[in-house]
């Protein structure tokens, strides 16, 4: 396969906000986290419900580790869009026409004022989710094509690159 493929990547804080998620937390994380969810929740509902049928309310303390663990998500959750959403407002590259070439040697990015290639080698590994392609250039650092933004026959020429090159993947079938 020796045709180029010309995408042009269109970025949405939404969009964005999910492929961050997908990067940052792994499922262990999740694991870790709910199990502390619960804990939290289990550690505040047992609070009030002593406190409610205790005669004596003045030996019991507040369980803040709880209040804490519970709106950690908010806050993360607060701080991500944040940070998203200033990155996709303030840099100057993303408002430029963009255009994402795709051919079995590399992926390039190409844009008025900048030009990168991404070698095939380079790149740690594809992931294909519900509605976007993740390209890991390491562990904790992607970049994301939305579905959304192929047009006609692209999704299955993108696929048989994809496949063509030696490179780990975890594509949809």
């Not at 940052?24 to 609070?47: E, Q």
């Not at 005669?55 to 993360?76: E, T, V, Y």
């Not at 844009?111 to 992931?127: A, C, D, L, M, R």
């Not at 992607?142 to 690159?161: S, V």
Request: aromatic letters at 16%.
């Amino acid at each position: 396969m020796d045709k180029e493929i010309t995408l042009e990547p269109s970025f949405t804080v939404k969009s964005s906000m999910k492929g961050t998620y997908y990067i940052l937390f792994k499922p262990v994380h999740i694991i870790i986290f709910s199990f502390l969810l619960a804990t939290a929740i289990f550690g505040l509902s047992d609070y009030f419900f002593n406190i409610l049928g205790s005669a004596n309310k003045k030996n019991h303390d507040f369980p803040f580790f709880g209040l804490i663990i519970i709106l950690l998500p908010l806050f993360i959750y607060l701080l991500t869009y944040k940070a998203v959403k200033k990155e996709i407002n303030h840099n100057p590259r993303i408002k430029e026409n963009i255009k994402y070439i795709f051919n079995t040697e590399y992926f390039q990015e190409k844009g008025e004022t900048f030009e990168v290639k991404h070698f095939w080698k380079n790149i740690i590994k594809i992931v294909e989710k519900k509605d976007m392609f993740l390209f890991y250039l390491n562990k904790n650092r992607a970049i994301l094509l939305q579905k959304t933004d192929l047009k006609d026959n692209q999704y299955n020429e993108l696929k048989q690159l994809f496949n063509s090159i030696e490179i780990k993947k975890s594509l949809k079938s």
